[in-house]
T-cell receptor, first 114, second 108 residues
Framework: DSGVTQTPKHLITATGQRVTLRCSPR?????VYWYQQSLDQGLQFLIQ???????AKGNILERFSAQQFPDLHSELNLSSLELGDSALYFC?????????????FGPGTRLTVL | GQQVMQIPQYQHVQEGEDFTTYCNSS?????IQWYKQRPGGHPVFLIQ?????EVKKQKRLTFQFGEAKKNSSLHITATQTTDVGTYFC????????FGSGTKLNVKP
């Protein structure tokens, strides 16, 4: 158990819908990262927050948005869902924001868009 | 632009054989990390390499960072079925990148 929690575990929805994925980082970690992993694919970095502020942006679609709240939990919002958005979405956390930080991954949310 | 290639994509070995995965960059990296993802699981941090020519060992796993800090390798000696999974290198270049991963299958 990494100490990072993600809810829900599974999500099944239809095209065009909007969903929110939630992540709680490890106690004491200020940085939160979101990744997308499609079937048998690598991890695509989406976005990073540090202590409530956006720190780095990856290949995140305009239909997707995220935020980190004062209690440090984070939410990833996916809207106008398409079939291709079906994937595993991982949240990770680390103590600080820099490159030399081990990332602790949550169990992931499996999103299925029908 | 920044590009790191990870090879091979797949490796099937007999239990007891060795395994190596490589990450090769077109530019110098400040550091590199290695993660393991078991089937159905999430990535788990293994190690971080920072110094040129660095070699680190964890039991049967040996990690190397090249002298020019452009390549790295993970070598597993005498694989076991518990080594099954996908091994990713990861690095930061303004944002975070993971290599495409090497999927290791170990036949008992």
């Amino acid at each position: 158990d990494s100490g990072v929690t993600q809810t829900p575990k599974h999500l099944i929805t239809a095209t065009g819908q909007r969903v929110t994925l939630r992540c709680s980082p490890r106690s004491g970690d200020l940085s939160v990262y979101w990744y997308q992993q499609s079937l048998d694919q690598g991890l695509q970095f989406l976005i990073q927050y540090y202590n409530g502020e956006e720190r780095a942006k990856g290949n995140i679609l305009e239909r997707f948005s995220a935020q980190q709240f004062p209690d440090l939990h984070s939410e990833l919002n996916l809207s106008s869902l398409e079939l291709g958005d079906s994937a595993l979405y991982f949240c990770a956390s680390s103590v600080a924001q820099g490159a030399l930080n081990e990332q602790f991954f949550g169990p992931g949310t499996r999103l299925t868009v029908l | 632009g920044q590009q790191v290639m990870q090879i091979p994509q797949y490796q099937h070995v007999q239990e007891g054989e060795d395994f190596t995965t490589y990450c090769n960059s077109s530019t110098t990296l400040s550091n590199i990390q290695w993660y393991k993802q078991r089937p159905g699981g999430h990535p788990v941090f293994l190690i971080q390499l920072v110094k040129s020519g660095e070699v680190k060992k964890q039991k049967r796993l040996t990690f190397q960072f090249g002298e020019a800090k452009k390549n790295s390798s993970l070598h597993i000696t005498a694989t076991q079925t518990t080594d099954v999974g996908t091994y990713f290198c990861a690095y930061n270049f303004n944002k975070f990148y993971f290599g495409s991963g090497t999927k290791l299958n170990v036949k008992p």
